[in-house]
Nanobody
Framework: QVQLVESGGGLVQAGGSLRLSCAASGRIFSINAMGWYRQAPGKQRELVAAITSGGSTRYADSVKGRFTISRDNAKNTVYLQMNSLKPEDTAVYYC???????????????WGQGTQVTVSS
């Protein structure tokens, strides 16, 4: 089994910062892309940022210049540094990873349980 465990969410004032972490554990042979998604009440889940195993990144336009995604491949962990937070960043943030189990030829999508980020104005 594979688990993604997130941490770092919370309540912060507008303009503040938070850092999210997501650690993958279990039967892991390799990890391809990792990323962060978010879902606000009444809205669809959307991609916030993603990073490949080689370190290439992409961001939603709404967070470019404010959020930074990074990963530690040795620890199977992905991070999201969020600066200059705005009330519209309020959402549940989910970690995602494409993971290949031992003896498998394929990568499967795994999700964390979600962590709440609330930005007050």
């Amino acid at each position: 089994q594979v688990q993604l465990v997130e941490s770092g969410g919370g309540l912060v004032q507008a303009g503040g910062s938070l850092r999210l972490s997501c650690a993958a554990s279990g039967r892991i042979f390799s990890i391809n892309a990792m990323g962060w998604y978010r879902q606000a009440p009444g809205k669809q889940r959307e991609l916030v940022a993603a990073i490949t195993s080689g370190g290439s990144t992409r961001y939603a336009d709404s967070v470019k210049g404010r959020f930074t995604i990074s990963r530690d491949n040795a620890k199977n962990t992905v991070y999201l540094q969020m600066n200059s937070l705005k009330p519209e960043d309020t959402a549940v943030y989910y970690c995602n990873a494409q993971i290949r189990a031992p003896s498998s030829y394929y990568y499967s999508d795994y999700w964390g349980q979600g962590t709440q980020v609330t930005v007050s104005s």
